[in-house]
C-alpha cells in the first residue's frame, strides 16, 4: 500500500525556518518508520538526516516524534501507527536543540547522566578517578540485585523520557528521568560505597523532587525501565535514609499521618504540618489560605470524621509490622 | 444501571462544587449511586511512596466495600481513578500480592477482596456504559456557542499499563462528550500534559510554568473554558491560574490574565442538562465563570 510521510525539517545551511516535506512511499504489514526512512535517505531525498544504527531497539539512536509521541523508529510499525492515528507526522524529538532534521543536541542529557556518578565507586577513594580491581568476593551481593534492580539498568539512553519529560519542559536543569533511573541503579548496588552522598546529592533542587509524577516517562520508555517508578523508589529510600526534614519528604509523611488519622485527606491541615518549621514558606501561604477559606475551599483543619476504625487498625497493622 | 461511588477527598474537600454537580447530573441522567460509606482515602500515588503495601491495603478496603455491595465503582477524580484502578487491575491480575494484602486486611478489618468490581471514572461510564446517543437525548441546552478545551490530566490516561480505556497517546472519550454536548472540541498538545498539582507546596516555578504554559495553549487555540475530569487539575489551574500569568510569553500589551473558567466534567455536562451556574457550585470557583453564562445566553 502507498502512504505518505510529513517530516518536520531543518536545516540552517539552507534556510533558517523550520520546513515541511512529504514523501509517498510504498509500505506493507512489515516496514518500519526506520525502514521506511532509510528508503527516502537512499532513493528519494539524500538531503534527509537522522541517526540510526542498530535497527533493532538496542542502540537507542534514532528517537523522534511521531505522531507527537517520542519513539524509537527502528519500533515503529507504519501499519499500526497508521491504524491506530491514521497519518504519519515525524519530528524531532520535543524540548531539544535541533542541529539537523531529526539530529538533535544531545550533549545536556549526556551531562545530565554524568553529574550523577555513572559508575560504581568500590572504595571513597576510586571517586577521585582511579581505576579499581574486580574482586571475587565482590560478585557474591549481586546474586540477588536483579530483583533489587527493578530493570533500572536496561536503560539504552535514548532519551526518550527526557524528552517526554513534563519538568524538562518546564524546567531545563532537571536532572531527568534516565539520569535519575541510574543513580537508583547504583544507589541499590551492593558494591557501591557512597550511597548516602549520592541520596544526599538527589535531595537537591533539579534532583528526585522535581519530578510531578506524571508518568510520561514509564508511557514512552521502549525498555521498560519505568524512571518514575525509580525516582519513587529513591523518594522511599532516602526518607528511610534520615533524610526526612525538607517540605518534599514532608509532603509524603504528613501526607499518611494525616490520612491514618482521619482516614481521608485534609485538605487544609497538610500544608501546615507540610510547611510548620518552614516558616517564610507557610506565612506566604496565608493569603491563599484566607481565599480559599472564603470561597469554601478550605475544610475545617482539625476535622476528625468517625468511623474510621478499620482504617486505623490498617494503619497499625502496618506500623507494627515496621516496627 | 447502579454504582458504588467513591467521591474521593478532593470532592468532599476543596472542591465541594465537584460532589455538588455531580449528585445533580447523575440524578438527571438516571445514574443511580451508593456512596461508599466512610470512604478512605486512596493515597494519590502518595501513600504509595511511603508503603507500597499500606496504599493496597487501603484501596483493596474500598475495593472490598464496592464488592460487598455488589457494584462497579464510579469515580469523579482522574487521580482516585488512576490510583484505585491501577491497584485494582494489580490486584486482579496477580492473586500471590492479593492474598497476601487479604491476609493483612482480613486481619485489621474482616473484610477481603476477590477481585470482581471494576473502577470506572463518569467519563468513561458516560461514553462506554451509558452511551452517547442516550447522553445527547438529555441534552436540554446544546452548548454549541461553547470551545471546550479538554484537560485529561496525568492519571486518567498513564500508566497505559493501569488504563485501557483512552489510547494515551490520541484519547477521545472527552472530546466525544463535549460534542455529544453540542459544543466544539479544542486541539491543542498540553491537553494530555501535566497541570503541576502534586508539586505546588514544594515546587512552585514548576507547577506555575505548567499552569501557565497549559492555559495559555488553551486560549491560544481558540477555547472559552476547559474541562477536566481531575478535580486536583481543577485546582491547579483554577486556583493558581492568575499567578501562573508571570510565567507565559505575551505579545506587547496583552494580558497576562488569561480569566480562562475551569470547569469540572459534571459542571459542563450540568450546564447542558439545563441546570445554572449556581446550581453547579461555580461560585467556590477563583477564576470566574460568568463568561460562559454570557456566551450561552447569546450577550
Known amino acids: ?323 | 444501571m447502579k454504582y458504588a461511588y467513591y467521591p474521593g477527598c478532593a470532592a468532599k474537600g476543596a472542591t465541594p462544587e465537584l460532589h455538588q454537580a455531580t449528585l445533580k447530573v447523575v440524578e438527571r441522567l438516571g445514574i443511580e449511586i451508593v456512596e461508599i460509606d466512610n470512604f478512605n482515602c486512596c493515597g494519590a500515588g502518595v501513600i504509595t511512596e511511603a508503603d507500597p503495601d499500606l496504599a493496597y491495603l487501603l484501596n483493596a478496603k474500598t475495593l472490598a466495600a464496592a464488592e460487598a455491595l455488589g457494584l462497579d465503582i464510579m469515580t469523579v477524580c482522574g487521580t482516585c481513578q488512576g490510583t484505585l484502578g491501577g491497584i485494582n487491575k494489580v490486584l486482579q491480575t496477580d492473586e500471590t500480592l492479593r492474598n497476601r494484602i487479604n491476609v493483612s486486611l482480613k486481619e485489621a478489618t474482616g473484610l477481603a477482596y476477590n477481585g470482581t468490581v471494576a473502577v470506572k471514572h463518569l467519563q468513561w461510564i458516560l461514553v462506554q456504559d451509558y452511551g452517547l446517543d442516550t447522553l445527547k437525548r438529555a441534552v436540554v441546552l446544546p452548548l454549541n456557542k461553547l470551545a471546550i478545551a479538554p484537560f485529561y490530566g496525568c492519571y486518567i490516561l498513564r500508566p497505559a499499563s493501569a488504563v485501557r480505556f483512552d489510547n494515551w497517546e490520541n484519547p477521545q472519550s472527552l472530546e466525544k462528550l463535549i460534542k455529544a454536548l453540542g459544543a466544539e472540541p479544542v486541539l491543542y498538545d498540553g491537553r494530555t500534559k501535566c497541570c503541576g498539582f502534586p508539586v505546588f507546596l514544594e515546587k512552585e516555578e514548576i507547577a506555575l510554568g505548567m499552569v501557565g504554559s497549559r492555559v495559555a495553549e488553551a486560549k491560544g487555540q481558540g477555547a472559552n473554558a476547559m474541562v477536566t475530569p481531575c478535580p486536583l487539575c481543577h485546582m491547579s489551574l483554577d486556583i493558581y491560574q492568575e499567578r501562573s500569568g508571570e510565567k507565559i510569553e505575551i505579545a506587547p500589551g496583552q494580558d497576562r490574565k488569561m480569566n480562562m473558567p475551569i470547569l469540572h466534567l459534571p459542571q459542563l455536562l450540568g450546564l447542558a442538562l439545563g441546570f445554572t451556574a449556581k446550581e453547579l457550585g461555580m461560585k467556590h470557583h477563583f477564576v470566574s465563570t460568568a463568561s460562559i453564562d454570557d456566551r450561552l445566553e447569546g450577550k
Open chain 1, 1 to 323: 500500500m502507498r502512504t505518505q510521510i510529513t517530516v518536520q525539517r531543518f536545516n540552517p545551511d539552507r534556510t533558517p525556518e523550520h520546513f515541511v516535506s512529504n514523501y509517498s512511499i510504498e509500505c506493507d504489514r512489515g516496514t518500519t518508520l526506520l525502514s521506511a526512512l532509510l528508503h527516502i535517505k537512499n532513493q528519494i531525498d539524500g538531503t534527509l538526516t537522522f541517526r540510526a544504527s542498530c535497527r533493532a531497539a538496542i542502540c537507542g539512536s534514532c528517537l523522534m516524534q511521531v505522531n507527537g509521541v517520542q519513539k524509537l523508529a527502528c519500533r515503529v510499525s507504519l501499519h499500526e501507527e497508521l491504524e491506530t492515528r491514521g497519518r504519519l507526522e515525524i519530528g524531532p524529538m520535543a524540548n531539544m536543540l535541533v542541529i539537523k532534521d531529526m539530529v538533535v543536541e544531545l550533549a545536556s542529557f549526556w551531562k545530565k547522566i554524568k553529574a550523577i556518578t555513572p559508575y560504581v565507586v568500590a572504595d571513597e577513594g576510586a571517586a577521585s578517578g582511579a581505576p579499581t580491581r574486580q574482586r571475587a568476593q565482590q560478585a557474591a551481593p549481586l546474586q540477588n540485585i536483579h530483583e533489587e534492580l527493578h530493570n533500572a539498568d536496561g536503560c539504552i539512553m535514548c532519551a526518550a523520557c527526557l524528552s517526554a519529560c513534563a519538568t524538562f519542559e518546564v524546567s531545563p536543569g532537571f536532572l531527568g528521568p534516565a539520569a535519575l533511573a541510574k543513580a537508583y541503579r547504583f544507589v541499590v548496588d551492593p558494591r557501591d560505597k557512597v550511597r548516602q552522598d549520592r541520596l544526599m546529592m538527589l535531595q537537591e533542587d533539579h534532583g528526585i523532587w522535581d519530578c510531578v509524577r506524571c508518568n510520561f516517562c514509564v508511557s514512552v520508555c521502549p525498555k521498560e525501565v519505568a524512571p518514575m517508578e525509580q525516582i519513587v523508589r529513591l523518594r522511599r529510600l532516602s526518607i528511610a535514609a534520615g533524610l526526612n526534614e525538607s517540605v518534599e519528604a514532608a509532603h509524603i509523611t504528613q501526607f499518611t499521618k494525616v490520612v491514618g488519622e482521619e482516614g481521608r485527606l485534609n485538605e487544609t491541615r497538610l500544608p501546615v504540618l507540610m510547611l510548620w518549621g518552614h516558616w517564610r514558606k507557610l506565612f506566604r501561604m496565608i493569603p491563599l489560605a484566607i481565599k480559599m477559606f472564603l470561597r469554601g475551599k478550605a475544610p475545617f483543619p482539625f476535622k476528625r470524621p468517625k468511623g474510621y476504625k478499620q482504617v486505623q487498625a490498617i494503619f497499625k497493622s502496618r506500623t507494627d509490622r515496621n516496627r
